[in-house]
């Protein structure tokens, strides 16, 4: 089996860009922040950002070492390394549900903090 590369190519270039949008977010939160005298909220979108470089580690690791195994593996081996490749894929979307919802929860507490 192997890997998509272009496909992947674009997936971890959106991942990136995903990354820097996070990290000017909170920068720009962390700006903002001063006026209305409110602080600690912009690391939100940075946890959100570290948590997508964990994403985006963990899915080239799976892409070098699992899928071109998968390509010339036996019989005997293939179940293991299917289970191990979906455990890791369900360790990514742990990642990416984890980085939504840093995300999340520091739009909202600015929301409410710029309410006041």
Do not use: C
Request: net charge positive; hydrophobic share 60%.
């Amino acid at each position: 089996m192997r890997a998509d590369l272009p496909a992947e190519a674009l997936f971890i270039s959106a991942i990136l860009l995903t990354i820097v949008s996070l990290i000017v977010y909170g920068l720009i939160i962390k700006r903002l922040l001063k006026l209305i005298k409110a602080r600690a909220i912009w690391i939100f979108p940075i946890i959100a950002s570290v948590t997508l470089v964990a994403l985006a580690g963990f899915h080239i690791y799976r892409m070098l070492f699992y899928f071109p195994m998968l390509g010339t593996a036996g019989p005997a081996d293939l179940f293991d390394l299917i289970i191990g490749s979906l455990s890791l894929a369900r360790i990514e979307t742990f990642f990416l549900l984890g980085a939504g919802l840093f995300s999340l929860i520091g739009g909202v507490l600015y929301y409410i903090a710029s309410s006041r």
